[in-house]
C-alpha cells in the first residue's frame, strides 16, 4: 500500500507556490539548460540565465560526487533552480532518499534525474569490491557496495546503473501517489564529462538485478 504523500503544510516553506511545474516541462527545461551549457563550453554561446538565486527549485538531480559529475552549471540554470544530492555512485542510501522525498514533498518539485556519468570510478570499484566477495571493507562502506553497484551488470554500467536506480525509485511508497498521476518524473540520465552533454535515457521499462535494494526497506538503506 502506497504511503501518504502529503506532508504537514507547516513544514513548507513559506510562498512556496501550491501547483507544481509539470514534470514534462521541467524536463524539457533540464534539456535545454545542458544544451546551453555545451554550446557554452565549446566557446560559441554566450553566459547563461539570470544571477539572482531562484527561491524554490524544480528539479532534483541525483548525481556522483566525482568532480565535474553532476553540479548545477551542467544545466545552465539560475543558481538554486536545480538542487544536486551527490553520493558515491550515486546511490540511494537513506539521506539521499531524504533528500529527495524532501524535494518532492516539501518543496513541490516535479522531476527527479539521477544522472550517472561515463568512466565513474566509484561505479567501478563498487563493482570490483562486489566481485571479491566478503572482503571486508571499514566504515559504511560495505553496505554502500550493493547500492553503488546496482545495475553496472547490465550492459553499460553507468546507464545499467542509471536505470536500476531510476526501476528503485519507482517503487518508493512515499513518491508512488506522485508518479502513477504524472505529477512527478524519474528520468535517468548519463554525463559525458570531456563535452559536458547529458544522453537524456528514454522511458523504458528498467531491469533491475535480482540483489536491487528496495527504498521502501528503510534497514537495507541505512546499512
Not at 522531476?111 to 563493482?127: I, M, S
Not at 562486489?130 to 553496472?152: D, H, I, M
Not at 559525458?192 to 535494494?213: K, N, S
Request: charged share 20%; aromatic share 4%; proline share 8%.
Amino acid at each position: 500500500m502506497a504511503a501518504l504523500n502529503e506532508v504537514p503544510d507547516w513544514m513548507r516553506p513559506p510562498g512556496l507556490p501550491s501547483h507544481r511545474m509539470p514534470s514534462a516541462q521541467a524536463l524539457q527545461r533540464l534539456k535545454a539548460g545542458n544544451a546551453r551549457y555545451v554550446t557554452q563550453r565549446s566557446g560559441e554561446g554566450h553566459s547563461p540565465g539570470s544571477p539572482v538565486t531562484a527561491e524554490f527549485p524544480f528539479a532534483v538531480v541525483v548525481g556522483c560526487l566525482e568532480p565535474d559529475a553532476a553540479g548545477e552549471h551542467l544545466f545552465a540554470e539560475t543558481p538554486g533552480a536545480v538542487q544536486c544530492v551527490r553520493t558515491a555512485g550515486p546511490s540511494l542510501g537513506a539521506d539521499t532518499m531524504a533528500a529527495i522525498e524532501y524535494a518532492v514533498l516539501v518543496q513541490n518539485v516535479s522531476l527527479v534525474l539521477v544522472l550517472g556519468h561515463q568512466g565513474c570510478g566509484a561505479l567501478r570499484a563498487a563493482a570490483d569490491a562486489r566481485a571479491a566477495g566478503s572482503v571486508p571493507l571499514p566504515g559504511e562502506l560495505t553496505g554502500w557496495v550493493s547500492r553503488a553497484a546496482t545495475g553496472t551488470r547490465l550492459g553499460d554500467p553507468a546507464t545499467g546503473h542509471v536505470r536500476a536506480l531510476r526501476a528503485v525509485l519507482h517503487r518508493a511508497d512515499s513518491l508512488l501517489t506522485l508518479i502513477r498521476s504524472g505529477e512527478v518524473k524519474i528520468a535517468a540520465g548519463v554525463l559525458a564529462p570531456a563535452t559536458g552533454a547529458i544522453e537524456f535515457l528514454p522511458d523504458e521499462p528498467d531491469e533491475v538485478e535480482d540483489d536491487c535494494p528496495s527504498v521502501s526497506r528503510r534497514v537495507e538503506l541505512g546499512s
